[in-house]
C-alpha cells in the first residue's frame, strides 16, 4: 500500500506537470489545466479537487505559489469557523442575559430564541432533503451522521448569509459532489514532511473537507445561485418581470440556441408545446446532475468549470442571458436535445416530456463537451480525446469496422503535432458519431440517402457496444440491413428505422 507521503509527491508531480511554480501568472499559465478538464483528463486524477478551487477563485489565479495559496485558505477557513459561531446559535447558557428579553416566549425579533426557532425551521426543511439525498459514492455510505451534519451546517450558513434566497430543495444535490471530490483527493494529516508536498497536504487536508467545499459551494452558488432564485417583485410604479431569470435562460437555450443549430426540432418543441423550463430547469439549476452517473457528472463539471475559469461572476441581466456563468452549461443542453433528435421528432407533447424529463443513457458524455464547444468557439475549441489510452497499434482491415462511435478528424488548427507542455498528448476532435459514409464493414457510401437518413444513422452508430461486447455482431448486422434498406430507397423510411431501431434496443443499447 502506498504512503501517504510517496502520494503526495505523486499528486504534486502531476500538477507540476500542468501547472509550473510562478509568481505572476497570466490566463495562458492556466492553459495546460483546462486543457486538462476540458478533455476529460482529471478523472482519476489526484488534483480535481485543487482544479476545481482554481476555475471558481476559491485560490488565486496569478500566482501558482503553494505557501500562498495555503496561506489564503487558512483566512478563508477561519472565516468559516467564525460563521458557524455565528449562525449556528444556542440561546441556551449565558445567566447574565436579559430573561425579559432572550426567553423561549420572547417575541422580539432580536431576541436570541426568535433566532434559534427561526433556525431550527430552516435546518429542519433541509434536513428533509439530506437525509432522502441518494449518491453513489463512498464518502456518503461511510458516516452518513457525519456526513449529513457536515452539509446541513454548510447550508445552513450560506442560507444565512443568503436570505433572498435562502435554501431551496436542489442546493444539497449540488453540494454532494464537491464533498465526494474533495473527500477523493484529500491528504491525510502530516502526509508530507517539508517543502511543496506539505504545502499541498495542506491546501488538500482532510480536516478541513467541511471549509474547503463551504468556499466551493459558495463560489459556485455565486454564479449559479440565480437559478433558484424567484422573480422579483414589483415596485411601485414598475411592471413586475413576468418570468424568474431561470425561465428566461431555459427559453433562451431551446428557441434561440437550439433554433439556430436545428431549426426543424426547435420548430416541433414548439408546434408540441414543449415548455423548456418544464425540463431543463432542473439540468441548469443542478448543472445536469441529475441526468447521468456520478463520473459523467464529474466530467461535465470539469469542463463546465475549465471554461468558466476567469469570467467574472455574473449580474442578473447577464446570468438569464448565459453571459458570464457557466456559458457551456447552455451549448451542452443543445447537445443533449441535438442528440436525441430523432427520438423526438416521433413523439407528440407527452413524449417528448418523458423523454427529456428521464434522458436516455449515454455511452460517453465527452460527446456533449466536444459539440459544445464547437458551438460556443469554433476555432479555438479544445476538444476531448474519446479514448481515455492509447491501444496497441493493430493495423486493421481496409474495410474493417471502427471500434466505436466516434471518428478521427484532422486536428484542429491551435493544436500542434508535437507533444505539448507538461506531457499532454495532442487534441483529437470527435464528431457527434462515424460518418454514414461508412460503417461495421458495409463499404456504402451516404450518397443517395433519404433526408434525415445520414443523422438517424449517426445516432444507431453512436450507441453501437465495444467490440468485445457479444452483442457487437448483431447490433452491426442489425445496422448493415437499415444501411441496405435506405440504399434501396425503401419508400416507407420510418418504418424502416423503427424496425431496426428496436433491434438494437431489444439488445438493451437504446
Known sequence: MTSPAVRQERVLQEFRQVVPEREDCGSASWDDLRALALTGRLRGSGIRSVSWKVFLGVLPSNTTSLAGWNACLSEKRAEYDRLVQKFLIDPRGGGDEDLLKNNPLAQAEDSKWTKYFELQELQKCISIDIERLNFDDDYFTRDVEVVQGVMLRILTVWASINTEVSYRQGMHELLAPLLAVLDRDKSAPHAAGDGDAAELAGIMDAAFLEHDAYMLFERLMERIGAAFAPPKRAERGKVAPTRAPVVVRCDRVQNTLLRSRDIELCSHLQSNQ?????YMMKWIRLLLGREFHLEDVLLLWDAIFADQHGRAPPTGEEWAE???TFPLLDHICVAMLAYIRLDLLDRDNIGCLRRLMKYPPVEDVRVFVASAL???????AQLPLLSPAPLPPVSPPANSPRS???DRAELPSNVSSAPSPGGLSNLETPTMSSPVGGD???GRSAAGLPPGAGAALEVLEGILPPRSDPRRTSAEQALRDL????SDGVSRLGNGLQGSSGRLRGMGLG
Open 274 to 278: 414543449v415548455e423548456p423550463q418544464l
Open 322 to 324: 448565459g453571459e458570464g
Open 374 to 380: 464547437r458551438e460556443a468557439d469554433p476555432k479555438n
Open 404 to 406: 466505436s462511435g466516434f
Open 440 to 442: 461495421a464493414g458495409s
Open 483 to 486: 444501411r441496405t434498406m435506405l
